[in-house]
């Protein structure tokens, strides 16, 4: 019997040990957590010399950490410039004690400047650096800088970027005015032919000097608030508008992405109902007629009946049927509203039209797809709701007091 430590055997033995070597590397490149700067939110926009200014918050730990009250800020905002933004990074060096960490980034704020001059400079370091992971939301900041914004220090929710994300979800889930955009979905948009990107907005309410004080946070109502404002429409990489809170909720709809949120309506005599929207799916298809294209939205919505405060008989098959009407009706109204003002006003087609007639007839679509702008101001579409009333709550009469 050979012993294992024969000539061969010693020279096989050696190969596998250095493969083992070269290839288990350890944590050569580790960092130890008290080396850095955990940043949870960027602001990114250009000053008057056309230069980027780049804000970020970073946690201070051991306020985070700690359960005993402080006069210290939870965060803190450095702001830099430069002449690109990744010389802007680099410049941090000299005003962050420690080197800024950025895999467990949140959100990117995206200032006035930036959104009005076309965002894809910005995005290019955001979305090719490797420590930038793809799961932060993108957002513009509204009527305020992207500093005051990241600066405001906010009640309940310690960390602001926290907050905001939190919101942004939340406002999405609930209420369905709004839409949380990826980088991945935002480059995406912005690269497509047929789909222009919407981005959710900011909006500071109050004063921006007394949102930065830690005064801001010790009062019942906080004088200095951030809250989730609108959908903000792009062309391109550019901004050219808003939607308000309605049409919001439309686009919301035809794309299929409202959760849930509430509709109210009139009825019959005096007084409202309101229906929870518990789910909603859509799909769109487009045809051919005569050479021009046809979109048709479908939009399925299931609901419960959530308030009366009107004379109403819910066991009545007629009365649901007429709610399942009247809700149709307000649904058809926002989505109509929201093409309205994106054909009219804006010629910014955020729904994908133009993805679908690609999908659909891509020949057709080959020969206006570098066009599609005043395509898409004259494309005729159409809308069909369907809403389904699933339960009617504890009780088919509505709370009245006896005469």
Not at 215 to 235: Q, Y
Not at 323 to 339: D, G, L, P, R
Request: overall charge negative; glycine content about 6%.
């Amino acid at each position: 019997m050979r012993h294992p430590l024969a000539p061969h055997g010693y020279v096989k033995w050696t190969l596998v040990w250095v493969v083992m070597v070269l290839t288990l590397t350890g944590c050569w490149s580790s960092r130890e957590l008290d080396e850095l700067g955990v940043a949870v939110a960027i602001g990114v926009d250009k000053d008057e010399d056309d230069r980027y200014v780049l804000s970020v918050q970073i946690i201070n730990p051991s306020e985070v950490a700690s359960d005993a009250p402080t006069t210290r800020p939870p965060v803190t905002l450095y702001t830099t410039t430069g002449d690109t933004l990744f010389q802007a990074f680099r410049n941090m060096t000299t005003h962050s004690p420690r080197k800024v960490y950025v895999s467990q980034l949140r959100m990117v704020v995206l200032g006035p400047e930036i959104v009005n001059e076309g965002v894809t400079p910005a995005l290019d370091l955001l979305y090719r650096n490797h420590e930038f992971r793809p799961t932060f939301f993108v957002t513009v900041a509204r009527d305020a800088s992207v500093s005051d914004i990241l600066s405001t220090l906010t009640p309940y929710e310690r960390i602001p970027a926290k907050k905001l994300m939190d919101s942004l979800i939340d406002t999405e889930e609930n209420l369905g005015i709004t839409k949380s955009v990826t980088i991945d979905n935002l480059i995406a948009d912005v690269r497509s032919n047929g789909k222009e990107a919407v981005l959710p907005g900011i909006l500071m309410e109050g004063d921006a000097a007394t949102g930065t004080s830690t005064t801001n946070v010790e009062k019942v109502d906080a004088p200095t608030k951030l809250s989730i404002d609108g959908l903000s429409i792009f062309r391109g990489d550019q901004l050219v508008g808003w939607l308000k809170e309605e049409e919001s909720q439309g686009y919301n709809y035809a794309t299929g992405t409202v959760q849930s949120t509430i509709e109210t309506f009139a009825c019959d005599n005096p007084g409202t109902l309101s229906v929870e929207i518990l789910r909603s799916n859509a799909s769109m298809d487009a045809q051919l007629r005569s050479g021009k294209p046809t979109i048709t939205i479908r939009v399925e919505v299931e609901g419960n009946v959530g308030e009366v405060d009107c004379v109403i008989d819910l066991s009545d098959d007629d009365k649901m049927k007429d709610i399942n009407k009247k809700t149709e009706e307000v649904i058809e109204k926002k989505i109509n509203a929201a093409i309205n003002v994106t054909q009219e006003e804006y010629a910014s087609d955020i729904f994908g039209f133009g993805n679908v007639i690609h999908r659909n007839h891509p020949a057709y679509w080959k020969q206006i797809k570098y066009d599609w702008k005043s395509h898409f101001s004259e494309l005729e579409v159409k809308t069909d709701v369907k809403v389904k009333i699933r339960r009617k709550g504890k009780s088919t009469q509505p709370l009245q007091s006896e005469g």
